[in-house]
């Protein structure tokens, strides 16, 4: 399977998937990075693995529908089968969603659906959870609220800060990510409703665990 990955900045996630598919752990490629930020720290990855990339501005058009739309053509003219928005921070249309039907994913920092939108890690230290993560989804309209893929827990401890507790979570991002590209690609993700059903996957959900290295089939 063919993917394009939308990005606008750090590019870490970016960076768990190509090493993902430098290792053979997951089989395709890579076809295209999106950048909507010509600073992304994203791009140098691309250049230094030889990740195909374009950066396409906002501001270079008059609409958000022929923004959208050159980011669809550029992504069908690579025949990109499956979307994944790793740190994109732009909310696409529905026309977007509608030219790759189910097949756009978003890694978010929290448990959805708590602490959707901007800076859920800020959001759940000043709320004071005990417990957040992160969450694979499927995109839908509605931000961040789409059918879950694959979640992880982390614990939130007294003295963390935003900053800490990003760090945590970002180490299961790395992990999350791939594991759900892997899956969709090899065919075994199936949504009924709103449920996502993983063949033969070992957990769902991954609970913070020792043996975590275990759960994964990546
Ligand atoms: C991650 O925390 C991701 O969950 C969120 O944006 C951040 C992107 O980080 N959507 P990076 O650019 O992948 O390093």
């Known amino acids: 399977m063919k993917i394009g990955v939308l990005v606008s900045g750090r590019g870490s996630n970016l960076q768990a998937l190509i090493d993902a598919y430098q290792s053979g752990k997951i089989k395709g490629s890579i076809a295209l990075v999106i950048s909507d930020n010509p600073q992304a720290y994203a791009l140098e990855r691309c250049k230094r693995h030889h990740v195909p990339y374009q950066v396409v501005l906002r501001k270079d058009f008059s609409s958000k529908r022929d923004f959208e739309r050159r980011m669809i053509d550029l992504l069908k003219e690579r025949e990109v089968e499956l979307v994944v928005l790793a740190g994109f921070m732009r909310v696409l249309s529905a026309e977007f969603l509608n030219a790759f039907p189910m097949k756009v994913i978003n890694i978010h ?69 791939p594991q759900a590209v892997k899956w969709i690609s090899e065919g075994r993700v199936k949504v009924k409703d709103r449920k996502v059903i993983v063949e033969e996957a070992i957990y769902g959900t991954l609970p913070v665990n020792p043996q975590l290295e275990d759960m994964f089939q990546i």
Do not use: M, W
């Not at 859920?120 to 005990?130: D, R, T």
């Not at 989804?137 to 979640?151: A, K, M, R, T, Y």
């Open 109 to 177: 920092p929290s448990l959805i659906p708590a602490f959707q939108g901007l800076q859920a890690q800020k959001q759940a230290v000043e709320y004071g959870a005990k417990i957040s993560g992160c969450t694979v989804h499927f995109v839908s309209e509605e931000l961040d609220n789409g059918p879950v893929i694959i979640q992880a827990c982390v614990p939130l401890l007294p003295e963390d800060t935003e900053e800490s507790l990003s760090e945590r979570i970002l180490k299961f991002e790395h992990k999350l990510l």
